[in-house]
C-alpha cells in the first residue's frame, strides 16, 4: 500500500474527472452509476437465533466464525469508490484485488485478507459449475435444497453458491477439505464490480471499511455511517422470512403467508429507525 498524491480535476480530452477519488473517467462513471445501489450490510446474530441454530458452531465447522464479528462503522462512498477503482473488474480466476481510495494504493490478496481476517490460510476455492460444483461429485444441488427445506417455483431463484455454502454451513464439509474464505469473499467482490446487473447490491460494506482504515485510508467523519440493531438477526427476522413457532419452536411456513404485522422482538425494544 503507497500513496499516489492527485491533484483535482484531470481532464482526458475534452472530458474532467475528479483525479483526488478516481483514477480514470470510466471509473467515475461506475460509481455514479452505481451511487444509489442498495449496500448489503454484514449481519451478526442475537444470542437467541445462535443458540437456535448453531451457527457459530456451523461457521466454526468451516473455520470461519471470525467473519460473525464484523459490526461496527462503514463508508458507503469509500466503499464504491473501492469498487470504481478495482483494475480486475473483467478478469476471472484472478484472486487479488487492486484498487485505489483516497491517495492509498490498496491491495487485496488471500494472504491479506486472511490476516486481517484471522482466519486460516487454508483450503480451495470452491467453483459452481451450472447446478453442481467443481470437484465435488457428493454434492447435490436439488437434495441441499430439500435438506435446506428451501422451497422454489423457479431454480434461478437461488444463487447455486448460496446453497453451496449454506449446505456446508449447516451439514460440515464431510468429504471436502477447507473452504478458502479469503478467495471466497474476493470473488463476491469481483463479480460485484463486474456485473451489468442495474442494482446490483454492494456487498461488504463494514469488511471493506475496516480493510481500508488497516491499509492508512482516513476515514472522514462525515462519511460515517454504523451498524445498527436492525443488522442483527433476530426472533423479529425470522418472523418476517416467513417463520411461524409451533411446540418445537421455529418452522418455514411457506404455505401461509405471514400476518400483517410482525410482533415485537424483545431484543429489539426501542430499536432506533434507519436512516
Same mark, same amino acid.
Not at 449447516?170 to 471436502?176: D, I, K, P, T, V
Given at each position: 500500500m503507497t500513496s499516489r498524491k492527485r491533484k483535482g480535476k484531470e481532464v482526458v480530452g475534452s472530458t474532467s474527472f475528479d483525479s483526488t477519488r478516481f483514477t480514470s473517467i470510466d471509473n467515475e462513471a461506475w460509481f455514479h452509476a452505481h451511487e444509489n445501489n442498495t449496500l448489503i450490510i454484514e449481519k451478526s446474530v442475537s444470542s437467541y437465533i445462535d443458540h437456535l441454530y448453531q451457527i457459530t458452531e456451523g461457521f466454526g465447522s468451516l473455520r470461519w466464525a471470525p467473519i460473525l464479528g464484523l459490526t461496527g462503522a462503514y463508508y458507503p462512498t469509500l466503499v464504491r469508490e473501492f469498487y470504481a477503482n478495482m483494475k480486475e473488474k473483467e478478469e476471472k480466476g484472478n484472486s487479488t484485488i487492486h484498487s485505489w481510495v483516497r491517495d492509498k494504493r490498496i491491495r487485496m490478496d488471500v494472504e491479506s485478507l486472511t490476516e486481517f481476517l484471522g482466519v486460516p490460510n487454508e483450503g480451495t476455492r470452491f467453483q459452481p459449475e451450472g447446478f453442481a460444483v467443481a470437484d465435488e461429485r457428493i454434492y447435490k444441488f436439488k437434495e441441499a435444497l430439500l435438506c435446506l427445506g428451501l422451497r422454489v417455483s423457479c431454480l434461478n431463484e437461488v444463487r447455486v453458491g448460496d446453497?453451496? $455454502?449454506?449446505?456446508?454451513?449447516?451439514?460440515?464439509?464431510?468429504? /471436502?477439505? $477447507? %473452504?478458502?474464505?479469503?478467495?471466497?469473499?474476493?470473488?463476491?467482490m469481483q463479480a460485484m464490480a463486474a456485473s451489468t446487473l442495474?442494482?446490483?447490491?454492494?456487498?461488504?460494506?463494514?469488511?471493506?471499511?475496516?480493510?481500508?482504515?488497516?491499509?492508512?485510508? +482516513?476515514?472522514?467523519?462525515?462519511?460515517?455511517?454504523?451498524?445498527?440493531? +436492525?443488522?442483527? %438477526?433476530?426472533? +423479529? +427476522?425470522?418472523?418476517?422470512?416467513?417463520?411461524? /413457532?409451533?411446540?418445537?419452536?421455529?418452522?418455514?411456513?411457506?404455505? %401461509?403467508?405471514?400476518?400483517?404485522?410482525?410482533?415485537?422482538?424483545?431484543a429489539s425494544t426501542d430499536m432506533p429507525a434507519r436512516d
Open positions: 446453497v453451496y $455454502l449454506t449446505y456446508k454451513l449447516a451439514h460440515g464439509l464431510q468429504s /471436502r477439505a $477447507l %473452504i478458502s474464505l479469503a478467495n471466497t469473499l474476493i470473488r463476491e442495474k442494482g446490483k447490491g454492494v456487498c461488504f460494506p463494514v469488511l471493506i471499511s475496516s480493510y481500508l482504515a488497516s491499509q492508512g485510508v +482516513h476515514l472522514p467523519a462525515e462519511l460515517r455511517v454504523s451498524t445498527s440493531p +436492525h443488522d442483527v %438477526i433476530s426472533e +423479529h +427476522h425470522l418472523f418476517m422470512f416467513g417463520y411461524v /413457532r409451533d411446540g418445537q419452536g421455529w418452522r418455514n411456513n411457506a404455505l %401461509i403467508p405471514p400476518p400483517s404485522a410482525a410482533p415485537e422482538d424483545p
